[in-house]
């Protein structure tokens, strides 16, 4: 059987954590291509420069040159495509309709697989419509016997006008193309792409620690979310991509096919306390002591900080471990507070 041909749309002009030359795509281009170089990869890139770095690691790699607006462009790879990994903005509307376009082209016998990028900011809908930030909310989700909940969420959710093209066409077009959606909580750990390597929520709460010289919580600093290393991420889309493959495989898909990724969860104001005293031991800020912010005091340090550290996103992945053998090992975030601390400072140039 022929290699399947795989397109790989790559970063946006607006969030530096996804596509190929992203955290999130570089990541798992890095872990797919490991496993699998005799895939016949092609992917989107917007300049010479970027293309670049995608070829100085992946020499066997196909590039078209375009940018997530390039729609006649992304249909059409779509269409010649077996498998479509969206790893790029999950809320770019455009991109994905070009893709659901493209693949729906597709035929009984050669069905599409699209792999799709979501996140599970999309259940913080009630803390960000109510700007409740900090408060613990009891309710969680689970991609098993809660599917249908997760895929019927209210329209003004973050993510879900994006998810719902992409189940949309898996409804529309059954016969032809297979979806499968991929949601992981806050993401953490190096990426080994050639690109960005850094993550977001953390992040950028030891980088604004450091810029302030103190520590905050958000409000009671309750809140809870769920985490993935990288690593682990990109081994779920390394076996949906497998299963693809190989024909669906093991992997459920269309209305079945909607995966959390996650390992284990945390709260907010735990990840705080121990941010501001790490580095306070490092020498880094002179103490401990944390400031107390509200919502609008949050988003004045930075715009999505009041989603990224202020609401509850509780998501069991339940799916990928059940029917695809997923087995997340990656060291736990708290572990690595440390190291992400440092990389903060030396890009502040505190160290």
């Not at 893709?99 to 016998?109: F, V």
């Not at 599917?147 to 032809?176: C, M, Q, W, Y």
């Not at 121990?274 to 880094?284: P, S, Y």
Request: proline content about 5%; aromatic content about 10%; charged content about 25%.
């Amino acid at each position: 059987m022929a290699p399947p041909k795989v397109f790989v749309p790559r970063d946006s002009l607006t969030n530096p954590r996804t596509g190929a030359t992203g955290y999130i795509g570089g990541d798992a281009f890095f872990r797919i291509n490991q496993a699998h170089p005799e895939w016949e990869f092609t992917a989107l890139v917007r300049s010479q420069e970027k293309g670049a770095l995608v070829t100085s690691k992946y020499p066997n790699t196909k590039l078209v040159y375009g940018d997530l607006d390039s729609s006649a462009l992304i249909e059409e790879e779509a269409k010649k495509a077996d498998i479509v990994y969206h790893f790029a903005d999950c809320d770019h509307v455009a991109s994905s309709q070009a893709i659901a376009k493209g693949i729906a082209a597709h035929t009984p016998d050669r069905p599409g697989y699209w792999i799709h990028t979501s996140g599970t900011g999309i259940l913080t809908f009630e803390d960000l419509g109510n700007s409740t930030y900090g408060d613990l909310r009891t309710k969680e989700y689970n991609d098993w016997d809660g599917i249908g909940e997760v895929t019927s969420l209210p329209d003004e959710a973050f993510h879900r006008d994006v998810d719902k093209i992409v189940l949309g066409v898996s409804e529309n077009a059954a016969d032809r193309v297979k979806t499968a959606i991929v949601c992981p909580p806050t993401i953490y750990g190096p990426g080994r792409g050639p690109g960005n390597t850094r993550s977001a929520q953390i992040y950028n709460l030891a980088k604004y620690v450091l810029k302030r010289k103190k520590g905050f919580q958000v409000g009671k600093g309750e809140n809870v979310w769920h985490e993935v290393h990288v690593h682990d991420l990109s081994e779920l889309f390394l076996l949906l991509g497998e299963a693809a493959a190989a024909g669906g495989g093991k992997a459920t898909w269309n209305n079945e096919g909607y995966y959390f990724a996650e390992n284990g969860a945390f709260v907010w104001g735990d990840v705080e306390k121990a941010v501001a005293k790490i580095a306070t031991e490092k020498g880094l800020i002179p103490s401990s002591e944390l400031d107390i912010l509200d919502g609008r005091q949050t988003g004045d340090l930075l715009a999505f900080g009041p989603f990224s550290w202020g609401t509850n996103s509780r998501a069991h992945a339940i799916r990928a471990r059940k029917i695809l053998g997923w087995n997340p090992q990656g060291t736990p975030a708290r572990e690595l507070l440390p190291d992400i601390i440092d990389l903060e400072a030396k890009a502040l140039g505190l160290k």
